[in-house]
């Protein structure tokens, strides 16, 4: 089955301590990108990636970073985690080419004590 | 920068018609929308390119006015499963990149 997926579902962590989300797709996508969801402000892009190795900022990139090592995988790392970054994460595939939609992830609930 | 879609929020009874617009401050090259439901992660519903084209499936379909930088979602005779919340994400020339809208909250009542 084509789809994205992301670990874990849910987290609890607190202030300082480092952590990963992961994103794995099986569709050969080029592009993949993460996008944080807080209530009234929609989906806010975080970083994106173009294809391994390119990645590049997005709208609300502080506090995180990325890497795109295999084409598959598309790692979100928090260094430092604060409890503004408390939110719902999604992380998103497509192929490169326009005219292609978005798959998204099912989500990661992040809370930051 | 983010679009600006309107209305925020609407309630309609079953078998209503909706009209969600995505208005944009930059040149636009394509508009995606997506649904989400409760809970859920967006879906993808349609999108359009750069040309004026309308385009649709089923009973929901869209309008792209590059023109006017803007972009409409058209849901007739809605039916219950069509609750949720709707985004249009803009893209610029040549990239896959999206930003989007801070969506629309449809509600469908029997």
């Known amino acids: 089955e084509a789809q994205v997926t992301q670990n874990p579902r849910y987290l609890i962590t607190v202030t300082g301590k480092k952590l990963t989300v992961t994103c794995s797709q099986n569709?050969?996508?080029?592009?993949m990108s993460w996008y944080r969801q807080d209530p009234g402000l929609g989906l806010r892009q975080i970083y994106y990636s173009m294809n391994v190795e390119v990645t590049d900022k997005g709208d609300v990139p502080e506090g995180y970073k990325v890497s795109r090592k295999e084409k598959r995988n598309f790692p979100l790392i928090l260094e430092s985690p604060s409890p503004n970054q408390t939110s719902l994460y999604f992380c998103?595939?497509?192929?490169?080419?326009?005219?292609?939609?978005?798959?998204f992830g099912s989500g990661t609930r992040l809370t930051v004590v | 920068q983010q679009p600006v879609q309107s209305p925020q929020a609407v309630i309609l009874r079953e078998g209503e018609d909706a009209v969600i617009n995505c208005s944009s401050s930059k040149a636009l090259y394509s508009v995606h929308w997506y649904r989400q439901k409760h809970g859920e992660a967006p879906v993808f519903l349609m999108i359009?390119?750069?040309?004026?084209e309308q385009k649709g499936h089923d009973k929901i379909s869209a309008s792209f006015n590059e023109k006017k930088q803007q972009s409409s979602l058209y849901l007739t005779a809605s039916q219950l499963s069509y609750s949720g919340t709707y985004f249009c994400g803009t893209g610029g020339k040549g990239a896959q990149k999206l930003v989007f809208g801070q969506g629309t909250r449809l509600t469908i009542n029997p």
């Open positions: 569709m050969n996508h080029e592009y």
């Open positions: 359009l390119l750069k040309g004026g």
């Open positions: 998103a595939s497509s192929f490169t080419r326009q005219g292609n939609g978005y798959t």
